[in-house]
Nanobody, 125 residues
Framework: QVQLVESGGGSVQAGGSLRLSCAASGYRYSRDCLAWFRQGPGKEREKVASIDTGGNIIYYVDSVKGRFTISQDNGKNTLYLQMNSLKPEDTAIYSC??????????????????WGQGTQVTVSS
């Protein structure tokens, strides 16, 4: 059974940093689309960043470019999101997700079939 488990969320002041981790178990992907999504209070879910594990095609939503970095450790089957210069508007539940197989630009939200339970990130001003 595939499981994605996030960790690393918490509360920080504006300008601070957090590093989220997403540990995958139950499968080993040779090539896959992995992503971080977030849903803030009263907002729709949005994709924050994604990575094609084989081609290293990386996407960031405009609002986090230059501040967030998505990365992977294939040996540990773990996905990371380094978040720097955090802003109050980054407050959200962050979830990792995976296609399960495939790659490319990883742009289809419907193809993310594996999801973690989410971790809360709260940024205070």
């Amino acid at each position: 059974q595939v499981q994605l488990v996030e960790s690393g969320g918490g509360s920080v002041q504006a300008g601070g940093s957090l590093r989220l981790s997403c540990a995958a178990s139950g499968y080993r992907y040779s090539r896959d689309c992995l992503a971080w999504f977030r849903q803030g209070p009263g907002k729709e879910r949005e994709k924050v960043a994604s990575i094609d594990t084989g081609g290293n095609i990386i996407y960031y939503v405009d609002s986090v470019k230059g501040r967030f970095t998505i990365s992977q450790d294939n040996g540990k089957n773990t996905l990371y999101l380094q978040m720097n210069s955090l802003k109050p508007e980054d407050t959200a539940i962050y979830s990792c997700a995976a296609y399960g197989s495939g790659g490319g630009y990883c742009s289809s939200t419907q193809k993310y079939i594996y999801w973690g339970q989410g971790t809360q990130v709260t940024v205070s001003s």
